[in-house]
C-alpha cells in the first residue's frame, strides 16, 4: 500500500510549478473525516464485538460438536445438521416454544392493561400525584432476579404469604404456585405482569401527556361518554406510543432468563421451561453448546421478526 | 392574568366536592401503590425475622432483629463489592465509549451514521443469552473468563446501546453555532467535545450513567455464564447460589435481596427526573 502511494506522489514532487506549501484541501478533509471517525469507531468496535460476532458465531455453533472436553483440547468439528435435527425431534423445545408463547402474551397483555389502566388513573390532578407515581417504579429498579427470590418466598405452598392471606378468606389456602405443573407457568407470568406494570405506565403516562387537551374539552362538551373519549380521541392519539411499548415489551419478555431461573429454574417437570432457559440449560448446564446455539438462533430468528414491527413503528413515529 | 381569573371561578365554585374528589383519589393511588409495592415490604419484613426460618412470617416485626442483616453481610458483603466495582467499571467502559459515539452520530455528517444508528437499534434486540452462549467460547479463548474486566465488559454491552441512542437524542439538539464557535477559537475536535459538548449535555451523561449502572449492578445472566468459579461473584449471583444452599435460612437471603435493592431505591429517591426521562427518552426516541 505505502509502495503505490510513494509511487504515485514521486513524479508530483517533480513538478516545479506544484504549490509547496499550500494545505490540500483533499487531504484536509481526509484528516477530518478521519478524526471523526475516532469518535464513532470505538462504539462500532464494541458493538461489532459485542452484538454482530456473537450472532455470526452463534449461527456457526449451531453446527459443530461441542462436549464438556471441547474447553480443554478445543475440538469442536462440524456436525452438520446433527445439532438442529436432535433439538427439534426433542418434546422438550416444542413445549419451551410454547411456554415462550404463553409467557409471552400473558406477561403483555397483564402489563399493558394494568399499566395503561394506571397510566390513565395518574392523568388526573389528585394530591401526591408525582410521588406516588415515582415510588411505583421501584419493582421495576430491583434486579430481577432478586425480585423473583422475594417472590419465590411469598408464593411457597406451605408457608408463603398468600397462600395464609388467602386461607383467611377461606380460599384455596393451600394452592401450589410455583410446585405443581399445571400452575407454575401461570405464577410465573403473574410475577413478570408485577414486574412489567411500571415500564408500561411510565411511558404509556408519557404519551397521553401528549393528546392535546382540547380535544378533551371538545369532547365533553359534545357528550361524549368516559369510554368513548378514550376509544375515539385516547387510543388512536396513543397508538404510535402503544406500538412501542408492546414490542419493546415483547423484546425484553421473551428472552426472558433471570426470573425463571430465580422462581422455577424451568421447573416443575419442565413445566416453565422456556426458550430463553433452554438455551441456557443446553449450553451452561448440559454444556452443549451447539444445541443451545440452535435454540438461541430460534430465539433470534423470532425477535428479528418483531425488529421489523419495531423499526417499522419508530420510523412511523417521528420525522 | 385574564385566563387565570376565568379557570378560578369555576373551581370556587365547588371547592368542597372537588378536593374531597381528588383525595379520594390519592386514597386510590396510595392503595394501588401498597399492592404494588407488598412484595418490597415482604422482602424488608422477612428480613426482619430471620427466626422465623422455614415457617410463616408475621406481618409485622415483633421487634427489631438485625442477625438475618449481620449474617448476609458476612455472607455477601464480598459479593456486594463485587458488584459495586464491576458495575462502576461497566459504567466508566459505557460512557467512555458511548458518549463521543453520540456526539459523532448526532452532529458529523458522515457516510453510514444512519446505517450505525440503525445498528444500535438492532442490538437492544438481540437476546443476551445468545450473547452470552457465544461470548463464552471468546471469553476461555481470551482468558477473560473469571476476570473483573470481562464481566465489565459484557455489562457494559447492556448499557451502550441504549446510552448512545439516548444521549444522540439529547446532541443532535446542540445548535452547530455552538460548537462551530467553539473550533473558530482553535479548540480541536477532542476539546470541543469535552469543554463544550459534555458539559452541554450533562443531564443526558447523567441519565445514561445512571441507566448503565442500574443494568450492570442488576445483571444475573453475564455473571452466571461467564463465571466458573466464585472469583468474581456480583450479589445477583451470590443470592441466587444462597437458596440453592441454605433453602431454610430466609432471613439472611432477604436481608441479602434488601441489601441489593438499596442501589436502585436511593436513586429513585435521588434521581427520580433522571430515571423518568431515560424510560421515556431511550424507548421512545
Known sequence: ?319 | MATTTITKTPAAQRPATSSKRRWGATVAGVLILCVMLFPLYWMLNTALQPKSGLLEVSPIPHGVDLSGFTSAIREQGGHLLTSLAVAFGAVTICLVIAAPAAYGLAQFRLRGTRTIVFGTLITQMVPGIVIANALYSAYVDLGLVNSYFGLMLADASLGIPFAIVLMRSFMVAIPKEVIEAAEVDGASRLRTFVQVVLPMSRNSLITAGLFSFLYAWSDFMFALTLNTTDDVKPVTLGIYQYIGAHVGDWGSVMAASVLSAIPAAVLLVLAQKYIAAGITGGSVK
Do not use: C
Request: charged share 15%.
Open chain 1, 1 to 319: 500500500m505505502s509502495t503505490t502511494t510513494a509511487s504515485a506522489t514521486a513524479p508530483a514532487a517533480d513538478h516545479p510549478t506544484a504549490p509547496v506549501k499550500k494545505p490540500d484541501p483533499a487531504r484536509a478533509r481526509r484528516r477530518r473525516r478521519l478524526s471523526q471517525w475516532g469518535f464513532i469507531a470505538p462504539a462500532v468496535i464494541f458493538m461489532v464485538l459485542f452484538f454482530g460476532y456473537p450472532l455470526v458465531r452463534n449461527v456457526l455453533m449451531s453446527f459443530q460438536d461441542y462436549s464438556p472436553s471441547t474447553f480443554f483440547d478445543g475440538k469442536a468439528p462440524f456436525n452438520g445438521t446433527d445439532n438442529w435435527s436432535k433439538v427439534f425431534q426433542d418434546d422438550l423445545f416444542g413445549k419451551a416454544l410454547w411456554h415462550t408463547v404463553v409467557f409471552t402474551i400473558g406477561s403483555l397483555i397483564g402489563q399493558f392493561g394494568i399499566g395503561l389502566a394506571l397510566a390513565v388513573f395518574f392523568t388526573k390532578r389528585f394530591p401526591l400525584n408525582g410521588v406516588l407515581r415515582s415510588l411505583i417504579l421501584l419493582p421495576w429498579l430491583v434486579p430481577m432476579v432478586v425480585s423473583g427470590i422475594v417472590w419465590r418466598r411469598i408464593l411457597d405452598q406451605d408457608t408463603g404469604v398468600l397462600n395464609s392471606f388467602l386461607d383467611t378468606f377461606g380460599a384455596g389456602g393451600a394452592t401450589p404456585w410455583l410446585t405443581s405443573p399445571g400452575m407454575a407457568l401461570f405464577s410465573v407470568i403473574l410475577v413478570n405482569i408485577w414486574i412489567g406494570i411500571p415500564f408500561n405506565m411510565v411511558i404509556l403516562y408519557g404519551g397521553l401527556q401528549e393528546v392535546p387537551k382540547e380535544l378533551y374539552e371538545a369532547a365533553s362538551l359534545d357528550g361524549a361518554s368516559a369510554w368513548r373519549t378514550f376509544r375515539s380521541i385516547t387510543l388512536p392519539l396513543l397508538k404510535p406510543v402503544i406500538t412501542v411499548v408492546l414490542v419493546l415489551g415483547f423484546m425484553s419478555t421473551v428472552k426472558i432468563l433471570d426470573l425463571i431461573l430465580a422462581l422455577t429454574d424451568g421447573g416443575p417437570a419442565d413445566s416453565t421451561q422456556t426458550l430463553g432457559t433452554l438455551t441456557y440449560q443446553n449450553s451452561f448446564v448440559q454444556l452443549d453448546f451447539g444445541a443451545g446455539a440452535v435454540v438461541g438462533n430460534v430465539l433470534i430468528l423470532i425477535s428479528a421478526v418483531f425488529a421489523v414491527f419495531y423499526l417499522r413503528a419508530n420510523r412511523s413515529e417521528g420525522k
